[in-house]
């Protein structure tokens, strides 16, 4: 019989579903075609295994061959049914005993002269495999970090010629898994080369303490950038299941693993599905990349309003969903959002020596910009300015700052998820006001302040989530109108 049956992955979202790759040689005209991909993609496919069988010494079957990946929705064109492919054409020209691949799913990329390569996604094809407790085999290259997933049962091999013998013995050998630290740390600038600036540092401990979103104005060189690449060394270790995430995440778009927060800056000159996600093969973008750690947007205001608009969605629910053609896929986007923008437009509006030369209606333009329902969800806003000489000289600064802050941002982010099961920063409407446990005098004082301060109900929520996080830093139970008047004195508008 000239058919053969092999398994596989896809892939949609971060999931890697079941995929069956069905090989037919039947009499003919030799010719090759994948049902249901084009006709470039099949001479594609064709080019990249034939080269590789020959060069691996196979033989390419001489028949009218017909592959089908089916079911055909879960089917994202890709080099990751090279393997499969090839299997398939052994199996159905019997140059592979059938019981090579009973058990076994495979996945990866061709060379033209038939080396392995690594699959983007085939970490989660690895952890869909163990959760069936099928055997996948896939490249050598980055398999021991694969083999850290649990119950993993992988077989790597260099090349096609390689893997066909491991295949053929009686109980190859698995991959063992990496007794090393499966990834990197990232290395973020102390929480101590930040001189001079009283506010900015208390801002960085609540952003990190409550998870708030945080906007920084001021003019250039005032260190708003050195403050977003301190705040994920703030932040403490990522539960494991947000880091699996991150993980696959990374892996669908070719960056190695890391442990903990990461730090994303990307530039505002990036194209919405950069930043959001969906470029032809729709991997996830920028804030999924950010996911679990801090996402910095730089000059805020030159940022398309179309993007800033996008980003509201992720914001509420902490995760995307991006389209591309017939393909939908839902990706998590958890972050913390820091944004930077200047004064005005030329950056000089606070000097006091008169250099700007920007008209008010250039400044009001400007800062409309970054105003808006984004703004709605950032807690904190702070204006900076620069810090004095003396304090950039001072010599007198404790290294280990972030790490120290670390712990205790981590006892009052506990504090709240036992408390409300969510971050200060996502707290609802109809919640603040209630784990705010406010006193009758501070309810009264809180009415006044706001009263006087002539702020909407929105604006008045932020504050309160800041207050609470102040609250919770301090360890009370209540929020006191000190608390209050802190957060107060945090927010104005851009
Ligand atoms: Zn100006």
């Not at 059938?98 to 002269?113: K, S, V």
């Not at 693993?257 to 996830?284: D, E």
């Not at 009052?412 to 971050?423: A, F, I, M, P, W």
Request: proline residues 7%.
């Amino acid at each position: 019989m000239h058919l053969s049956f092999i398994s596989t992955r896809g892939q949609a979202g971060l999931d890697a579903p079941s995929v069956t790759v069905e090989v037919h040689l039947s009499a003919g005209l030799p010719a090759f075609q994948v049902v249901g991909l084009g006709d470039s993609s099949s001479r594609e496919i064709r080019s990249r295994v034939r080269a590789a069988l020959i060069s691996s010494h196979l033989k390419w079957p001489d028949f009218n061959i017909t592959v089908n990946l089916t079911p055909a929705e879960r089917v994202t064109p890709g080099t990751r049914f090279d393997l499969p492919i090839a299997m398939g054409l052994l199996v159905a020209s019997q140059q592979l005993p059938r019981d090579a691949i009973e058990g076994r799913e495979f996945i990866g990329e061709l060379g033209l002269d038939g080396c392995l390569k690594p699959s983007r996604g085939a970490l989660a094809a690895v952890l869909a495999a163990a959760q069936t407790g099928k055997t996948l085999c896939l490249a050598m290259e980055g398999s021991p970090h694969m083999a850290n997933v649990e119950g993993s049962r992988l077989i790597a091999a260099p090349d096609l010629l390689s893997l066909c013998a491991l295949l053929k013995a009686d109980d190859p050998q698995l991959v063992s898994p990496q007794p090393t630290c499966p990834a990197d740390t990232c290395d973020y600038p102390d929480l101590s080369q930040i001189r001079g600036q009283p506010l900015l540092y208390r801002a960085l401990e609540l952003a990190a303490a409550g998870g708030h979103h945080l906007l920084m104005s001021g003019s250039p060189g005032v260190g708003k950038t050195l403050a977003a690449s301190v705040l994920p060394g703030l932040l403490p270790p990522i539960a494991p299941a947000t880091q699996w995430e991150m993980w696959l995440i990374r892996d669908l778009v070719g960056l190695s693993r890391v442990s903990g927060p990461t730090f994303r800056a990307p530039h505002h000159s990036s194209s919405i599905a950069a930043l959001m996600g969906g470029t032809a093969k729709a991997l996830p973008g920028e804030i999924s990349m950010a996911h679990g750690g801090v996402l910095f947007l730089d000059e805020l205001t030159e940022f398309p309003r179309a993007v800033l608009n996008q980003l509201r969605q992720p914001l509420e629910s902490g995760e995307i969903t991006v389209t591309r053609a017939e393909h939908q896929h839902c990706y998590p986007a958890r972050f913390q959002l820091v944004a930077a923008m200047n004064p005005c437009p030329c950056g000089l509006a606070d000097n006091e020596d008169g250099s700007c030369r920007c008209s008010p209606d250039m400044i009001r333009r400007y800062r409309q910009g970054a105003s808006g329902p984004l703004m709605d969800r950032i807690d904190l806003h702070v204006k900076l300015s620069k810090p004095c000489p003396e304090a950039l000289l001072s010599t007198a600064t404790t290294d280990n700052r972030s790490a120290r802050l670390r712990e205790r941002v981590a006892v009052t982010r506990e504090r709240q998820l036992s408390r409300q099961g969510c971050l200060n920063r996502d707290l609802a409407g109809d919640n603040i006001v209630e784990v705010c446990a406010l006193s009758t005098a501070t309810r009264a004082g809180l009415i006044k302040a706001l009263a006087a301060l002539d702020v909407s109900a929105r604006n008045a929520h932020r504050r309160l989530r800041v207050a609470r996080t102040l609250a919770d830093m301090a360890g009370e139970e209540r929020v006191s109108m000190s608390h209050i008047n802190t957060a107060l004195s945090f927010r104005e508008a851009p």
